[in-house]
């Protein structure tokens, strides 16, 4: 069992950063590949960045490539994202997750994830 706890998230001006942060309890988080998720009003689930439990393989979801970055601290049982460049698309609430599946790797559908934190609202104002 892996339990999540989301933070960071708040209101920030567009072209503004933010840092989340997700504590996850147990032993088992390095073995867990770590994934970042969004959700807005009426949309579905967005994938944001994954990263392995190595922390050697890093993806993105395409809205985010180049100005996210997800990193992760297995010492401190801690997964980070950070957000730069924030746009008002950016508006969303923000999940973290964790796949105690993946030997290797990354996944992006939500479907591959076994835990999920209850997320953090974040709010870019134009």
């Known amino acids: 069992q892996v339990q999540l706890v989301e933070s960071g998230g708040g209101l920030v001006q567009a072209g503004g950063s933010l840092r989340l942060s997700c504590a996850a309890s147990g032993r088992t988080f390095a073995n867990s590949a770590m994934g970042w998720f969004r959700q807005a009003p009426g949309k579905e689930r967005e994938f944001v960045a994954g990263i392995s439990r190595s922390g050697r393989t890093i993806d993105y979801g395409d809205s985010v490539k180049g100005r996210f970055t997800i990193s992760r601290d297995n010492a401190k049982n801690t997964v980070y994202l950070q957000m730069n460049s924030l746009k008002p698309e950016d508006t969303a609430v923000y999940y973290c997750?964790?796949?105690?599946?993946?030997?290797?790797?990354?996944?992006?559908?939500?479907?591959?994830?076994?835990?999920w934190g209850q997320g953090t609202q974040v709010t870019v104002s134009s």
């Open positions: 997750a964790a796949s105690q599946r993946l030997y290797s790797g990354t996944v992006r559908g939500p479907g591959g994830y076994d835990y």
